[in-house]
């Protein structure tokens, strides 16, 4: 199995909803991260984690909160957001080590908030 | 903050040109990656290169990694409409976890 599973693929919220993105992988990687890309541009790392630790949050507002209950699953909570925060989240995984920067990616979430 | 200079940003070429992708940086790379996004999806892996001078082919896609480790191109011969997408280089060479990406190529190649 080398893939990596994302639900939903689509979500609309408002911005006082409480909503959350789930990830799940069974590669057996133990690095997983969420990105964030807007339309035609690279993607942003927001947050990874390294053995089920967050070990990177590139200061992303509260209002994401990301959570990794086991070495398989990636959430990304979601909280109060701006319609600027509209764009598709992207979860990767990896192996750690010397692997490390060479990702898979799901097919993302496209999230719009209104 | 390390930079990958990535050129040209948008590429509309009619079926069966040639490209030539640029990945430019001024710092040493230990390892760069070729990604290709098609719309409505993830970046896909296309291949890695570790070593400078490498040069890896992929079908119609060759990858050259430069001596110095700095820069990479892919070339794309006898294009098609399936190879439409965001072409994205990725570079580490700093700390575990944080690649530099590219800013991108969008290609569309016309039928």
């Excluded at chain 1, 964030?36 to 942003?44: G, I, V």
């Excluded at chain 2, 990535?6 to 490209?19: C, K």
């Excluded at chain 2, 290169?49 to 430069?66: A, C, M, P, S, Y």
């Amino acid at each position: 199995d080398t893939e990596v599973t994302q639900t939903p693929k689509h979500l609309v919220m408002g911005m006082t909803n409480k909503k959350s993105l789930k990830c799940e992988q069974h590669m057996g990687h133990r690095a997983m991260y969420w990105y964030k890309q807007k339309a035609k541009k690279p993607p942003e790392l927001m947050f990874v984690y390294s053995y089920e630790k967050l070990s990177i949050n590139e200061s992303v507002p509260s209002r994401f909160s990301p959570e990794c209950p086991n070495s398989s699953l990636l959430n990304l909570h979601l909280h109060a957001l701006q319609p600027e925060d509209s764009a598709l989240y992207l979860c990767a995984s990896s192996q750690v080590g010397s692997g490390a920067n060479v990702l898979t990616f799901g097919a993302g979430s496209r999230l719009t908030v209104l | 903050t390390q930079l990958l200079e990535q050129s040209p940003q948008f590429l509309s070429i009619q079926e069966g040109e040639n490209l030539t992708v640029y990945c430019n940086s001024s710092s040493v790379f230990s390892s760069l990656q070729w990604y290709r996004q098609e719309p409505g999806e993830g970046p896909v892996l296309l291949v890695t290169v570790v070593t400078g001078g490498e040069v890896k082919k992929l079908k119609r896609l060759t990858f050259q990694f430069g001596d110095a480790r700095k820069d990479s191109s892919l070339h794309i011969t006898a294009a098609q409409p399936g190879d439409t997408g965001l072409y994205l280089c990725a570079a580490s060479g700093g700390s575990n976890y944080k690649l530099t990406f590219g800013k991108g190529t969008l290609l569309t190649v016309n039928p």
